[in-house]
RNA sequence: GGCCCUAUAGUCUAAUGGCUAGGACGCGACCCUCUCAAGGUCGAGAUACGGGUUCAAUCCCCGUUAGGGCUACCA
C-alpha cells in the first residue's frame, strides 16, 4: 500500500513551495491508489498557531488536494497533529535512553552558544563535543536528550529523485530528539510518526535532504523499515533566493485572492519541477495519470509569475463564462456599487479574451459604470477637434434610429455612415470609443456599444459641442 | 568554515555518447482587424568555465565558479 503525508508545520499560510510538495504527495497516491496523509507538525509552540492550521487546511481546500486521513477526517493512524502524541514520542525517547542509544544532556543553551561561538572562530565545524555523552552523575537541572550517533560509519541516502548520496556519520551531531520541555524535535517525531503511520514514500522538498541521513541512523536504531525518499527541488524567486513574502505573493490563498484560478495555479506549480514531453497545459485527471516521480527534476525552479498569468488566461478562456461572471461579480459590487446581474454578465464575456487575472476586471470597466469615467490622454487627441465633433454629431444623430439596439444594427449604420461620409470605418469609431469609453482600447465597438445600451450612448455623445 | 545538492536561452523544460540542441512563457516582426485582446505565421535567444575519457561529449569522470540547502532545545 503506498502511503505519502504532507506534513506541514502550522507557522503560516500555505506556501507555494508547500502546496506543491503536497500536490506532488497527492499525485503520487492518486496516481498510485495510495493514501495522502496530511500530518501537522506543530511541535514548534512558540510559532505554531489554530490559525495557521486553518489557512493551510483552507489553502489545501482551494487547490482542491484533499486528504484520506488527517484533520478533519480520522484514520487508524491519529492523532494527527504531533502535539496530540506526546505519549507516543516519550515512549520511543524512553526506549533509546533504555537501550543506550540516546543520553540526557545537560549543557545549557548559553554553553552551547558559547562552544559554537569559539568553534567558529577557530574555524572548527561547531558541533556538539560530546559533553554528556558519557556522563556518571545526574548534575540535575533542565536537560534535553541527545541521540548517540554512531561513528565511524556512513549513512547512505538512496533518494528516488537524486540516487545514492552518502554522509559521514561523524560530521553529524549527537542531535537533540527531546527539547527541554519535554517536545520532540522534527528528525526525531517525523521518524516515529512515518513509521507509525506506515509512510511508504517520503516526499519533501530539497532542503531535508540533509537531515535524511539523521533520520536513517533513527530507524536502524529502532530497527525499523526505511521509507523510500524523494526530495523534491525548491522554488526561488527571481533572486534565486528561496520563494519568500520578500518577492510577492508567497502563499496559495494570495494567489486566489489577486484572481487566479486553483486549476491554473495546480497546472503552473505541477510543471515546476516536473513535466510530460511537450506538454503545457494538464486537467488535473491528467497529472494523475501521468505523474511520476521519475519525472520530476533535479533542478532548483524560479517562479515565474508571467507564465503563471499566461496560464491562468487560458483557464480563464476555456472556463465556463457563467463561472468567470460569478468571479468577478463581487469584485465590480466593491469597485462600482450593487449593479443589475444581467449587465454584469454581458460586460464580463466581452472581456474573457482580455483578462489574464480574474482581478483586473475592475481596471478594465469603469466606464460601463460611470458616466464620469477617466479619460486616457490618448483618447483625448480622438475628440475635441473640428473634424471629431462633426463624426461625433453625426454619428449621434444616427444612432438615434437604430432600433432595436443591437451590434448588427449599430455595425450597418456605422458602414452606411462611412459610405455616406466618404471615410474608413476607424476614422468614425475611434472618436467613437475615446467618447463613450476615454480609452482607446476597449472590446469590439458595436459589441461596447450594445452593451451600455442606447441612453447611455447617446448621453456620452451629446457631452461635445454641436 | 565543514558537509550535501544543482548547473541547457531572461524563465520553466526536452533530447541523444553522433542530424540545423526540441517545446512553452516572455520579447520582436508580420497576418487577422475599428482599437486592445484572442488566434495564426515567422524571428532573436542556451548546453557556466577548464581539464580529461572517446573517432565523437550537453550527456561519462575530475576540478573551478556560481546558486541553493543542512550544520538549532525551527520544521
Given at each position: 500500500?503506498?502511503?505519502?503525508?504532507?506534513?506541514?508545520s502550522?507557522?503560516?499560510?500555505?506556501?507555494?513551495g508547500?502546496?506543491?510538495?503536497?500536490?506532488?504527495?497527492?499525485?503520487f497516491?492518486?496516481?498510485?491508489?495510495?493514501?495522502f496523509i496530511l500530518?501537522i507538525?506543530?511541535t514548534d509552540?512558540?510559532?505554531?498557531?489554530k490559525?495557521a492550521?486553518?489557512?493551510?487546511?483552507?489553502?489545501?481546500?482551494?487547490l482542491?488536494?484533499?486528504?484520506?486521513?488527517?484533520?478533519?477526517?480520522?484514520?487508524?493512524?491519529g492523532p494527527y497533529?504531533?502535539?496530540?502524541?506526546?505519549?507516543?514520542?516519550k515512549k520511543?525517547?524512553d526506549?533509546?535512553?533504555?537501550?543506550g542509544?540516546?543520553?540526557?544532556?545537560?549543557?545549557?543553551?548559553?554553553m552551547?552558544?558559547?562552544?559554537?561561538?569559539?568553534a567558529?572562530?577557530?574555524?572548527?565545524?561547531?558541533?556538539y563535543?560530546?559533553?554528556?555523552?558519557?556522563?556518571?552523575?545526574?548534575p540535575?537541572?533542565?536537560f534535553?536528550i541527545r541521540?548517540k550517533?554512531p561513528?565511524?560509519?556512513?549513512?547512505?541516502?538512496?533518494?528516488?529523485?537524486r540516487g545514492?548520496?552518502?554522509f559521514?556519520n561523524?560530521l553529524?551531531?549527537d542531535?537533540?530528539?527531546?527539547?527541554?520541555?519535554?517536545?520532540?524535535?522534527y528528525?526525531?517525531?517525523?521518524?516515529?510518526?512515518?513509521h507509525l503511520?506506515e509512510?511508504s514514500h517520503?516526499?519533501?522538498?530539497?532542503?531535508h535532504?540533509?537531515?535524511?541521513?539523521?533520520?536513517?541512523v533513527?530507524?536502524?536504531?529502532?530497527g525499523w523499515?526505511?521509507?523510500?525518499?524523494?526530495?523534491?527541488?525548491?522554488?526561488?524567486?527571481?533572486?534565486k533566493?528561496?520563494?519568500?513574502?520578500?518577492h510577492?505573493?508567497a502563499?496559495?490563498?494570495?494567489?486566489?485572492d489577486?484572481g487566479?484560478l486553483?486549476e491554473?495555479?495546480i497546472n503552473?506549480i505541477a510543471?515546476?519541477g516536473?513535466?510530460?514531453?511537450?506538454?503545457?497545459?494538464f486537467?488535473?485527471?491528467e497529472?494523475?495519470d501521468?505523474?511520476?516521480?521519475?519525472a520530476?527534476s533535479?533542478?532548483?525552479?524560479?517562479?515565474?509569475?508571467?507564465k503563471?498569468?499566461?496560464?491562468?488566461?487560458?483557464?480563464?478562456?476555456?472556463?465556463l463564462?457563467?463561472?468567470?461572471?460569478?468571479?468577478c461579480?463581487p469584485?465590480?459590487?466593491?469597485?462600482?456599487?450593487?449593479?443589475?446581474?444581467a449587465?454584469i454578465?454581458?460586460?464580463?464575456?466581452?472581456?474573457?479574451?482580455r483578462?489574464?487575472?480574474?482581478?483586473?476586471?475592475?481596471?478594465?470597466?469603469?466606464?460601463?459604470?460611470?458616466?464620469?469615467f477617466?479619460?486616457?490622454?490618448k483618447a483625448?487627441?480622438y475628440?475635441g477637434?473640428?473634424d471629431?465633433?462633426k463624426?461625433i454629431?453625426?454619428?449621434?444623430?444616427?444612432?438615434v434610429g437604430?432600433?432595436?439596439?443591437?451590434k448588427?444594427?449599430?455595425e450597418k449604420?456605422?458602414?452606411?455612415?462611412a459610405?455616406?461620409?466618404k471615410?474608413?470605418?476607424?476614422?468614425?469609431?475611434?472618436?467613437?470609443r475615446?467618447?463613450?469609453?476615454g480609452?482607446?482600447?476597449?472590446?469590439?465597438?458595436?459589441?461596447?456599444l450594445?452593451v451600455?445600451?442606447?441612453d447611455?450612448?447617446?448621453?456620452?455623445?451629446?457631452?461635445y459641442?454641436?
Amino acid at each position: 500500500m503506498i502511503r505519502v503525508r504532507f506534513a506541514p508545520s502550522p507557522t503560516g499560510a500555505l506556501h507555494i513551495g508547500g502546496g506543491r510538495t503536497a500536490l506532488f504527495n497527492w499525485l503520487f497516491a492518486r496516481h498510485n491508489n495510495g493514501k495522502f496523509i496530511l500530518r501537522i507538525e506543530d511541535t514548534d509552540r512558540t510559532r505554531s498557531t489554530k490559525e495557521a492550521v486553518q489557512t493551510i487546511l483552507h489553502g489545501l481546500e482551494w487547490l482542491g488536494i484533499d486528504w484520506d486521513e488527517g484533520p478533519n477526517s480520522d484514520g487508524n493512524f491519529g492523532p494527527y497533529f504531533q502535539t496530540e502524541r506526546m505519549e507516543i514520542y516519550k515512549k520511543y525517547a524512553d526506549q533509546l535512553i533504555k537501550e543506550g542509544k540516546a543520553y540526557y544532556c545537560f549543557c545549557t543553551p548559553e554553553m552551547l552558544e558559547e562552544k559554537r561561538k569559539l568553534a567558529a572562530q577557530k574555524k572548527e565545524a561547531p558541533k556538539y563535543d560530546g559533553a554528556c555523552r558519557e556522563l556518571s552523575k545526574n548534575p540535575g537541572g533542565p536537560f534535553v536528550i541527545r541521540f548517540k550517533m554512531p561513528i565511524g560509519e556512513i549513512t547512505e541516502v538512496e533518494d528516488l529523485v537524486r540516487g545514492k548520496v552518502k554522509f559521514e556519520n561523524d560530521l553529524l551531531d549527537d542531535f537533540v530528539v527531546v527539547k527541554s520541555d519535554g517536545v520532540p524535535t522534527y528528525n526525531f517525531a517525523a521518524v516515529v510518526d512515518d513509521h507509525l503511520m506506515e509512510i511508504s514514500h517520503v516526499i519533501r522538498g530539497d532542503d531535508h535532504l540533509s537531515n535524511t541521513p539523521r533520520q536513517i541512523v533513527l530507524y536502524k536504531a529502532f530497527g525499523w523499515k526505511l521509507p523510500a525518499f524523494a526530495h523534491i527541488p525548491m522554488i526561488l524567486g527571481p533572486d534565486k533566493a528561496r520563494l519568500s513574502k520578500r518577492h510577492g505573493a508567497a502563499s496559495v490563498i494570495e494567489y486566489r485572492d489577486l484572481g487566479y484560478l486553483p486549476e491554473a495555479v495546480i497546472n503552473y506549480i505541477a510543471k515546476l519541477g516536473w513535466g510530460y514531453k511537450d506538454q503545457e497545459v494538464f486537467s488535473r485527471q491528467e497529472l494523475i495519470d501521468l505523474f511520476t516521480l521519475e519525472a520530476v527534476s533535479k533542478n532548483a525552479a524560479i517562479f515565474d509569475i508571467e507564465k503563471l498569468k499566461w496560464l491562468n488566461g487560458n483557464y480563464i478562456r476555456t472556463a465556463l463564462p457563467e463561472r468567470i461572471v460569478d468571479l468577478c461579480e463581487p469584485l465590480l459590487f466593491d469597485a462600482y456599487g450593487k449593479q443589475d446581474l444581467a449587465y454584469i454578465s454581458k460586460i464580463v464575456r466581452l472581456f474573457l479574451d482580455r483578462l489574464k487575472v480574474i482581478n483586473e476586471i475592475t481596471d478594465l470597466t469603469p466606464y460601463y459604470f460611470n458616466d464620469d469615467f477617466p479619460f486616457d490622454e490618448k483618447a483625448k487627441k480622438y475628440l475635441g477637434s473640428e473634424d471629431s465633433s462633426k463624426i461625433i454629431n453625426t454619428l449621434k444623430d444616427k444612432l438615434v434610429g437604430v432600433a432595436p439596439f443591437i451590434k448588427d444594427n449599430i455595425e450597418k449604420m456605422f458602414k452606411q455612415l462611412a459610405e455616406e461620409m466618404k471615410v474608413k470605418l476607424g476614422v468614425i469609431i475611434h472618436p467613437c470609443r475615446a467618447a463613450v469609453s476615454g480609452r482607446v482600447e476597449t472590446p469590439p465597438m458595436y459589441d461596447v456599444l450594445e452593451v451600455l445600451g442606447k441612453d447611455r450612448v447617446n448621453k456620452r455623445l451629446s457631452k461635445y459641442p454641436q
